[in-house]
């Protein structure tokens, strides 16, 4: 919050012991917290009836559900994306299957006594 290092730390506290004094220095130092720590507490409590009153946990609750919403949607057009595709892929063999029965099978043929040897590999 307040960028003070060691040495300003000790010129404010040397300053502070010369104008207070060192016998009401303690006093004043605990009187000094106890109103800041009253302080953060009043903030705490207002910052706590604003997001009450504004709904603030709900927002977020919302901003969650939405940002898990998105995530559900981009997964289900991804999967449609495949599914699209697959079945596109499906009909083209369905297609290319319909028109192979439709032509004539290949005849299958015994292959001669020459196709049936191996090259010599010993020597």
């Known amino acids: 919050m307040f960028d003070i290092g060691f040495p300003e730390l000790i010129v404010v506290s040397i300053v502070a012991l010369l ?12 009187t000094l917290f106890l109103w800041v720590g009253r302080l953060r507490s009043s903030l705490a409590n207002i910052r706590t009836d604003i997001e009450n009153e504004i709904g603030a946990d709900d927002i ?3 901003l969650h559900n939405e940002s898990i919403m998105k995530g559900l949607e981009e997964t289900r ?9 697959t079945d596109k ?5 369905k297609h290319a299957s319909q028109t192979l029965n439709k032509t004539d099978p290949p005849s299958i043929t015994e292959p001669t006594r020459d196709e049936t040897k191996r090259p010599d590999t010993g020597g």
């Open 89 to 93: 892929t499906l009909t083209e063999i």
């Open 77 to 85: 057009q991804q999967l449609q994306s495949v599914v699209n595709k």
């Open 19 to 30: 104008v207070i004094g060192p016998d009401k220095l303690p006093e004043t130092l605990r």
């Open 60 to 62: 977020r609750q919302q």
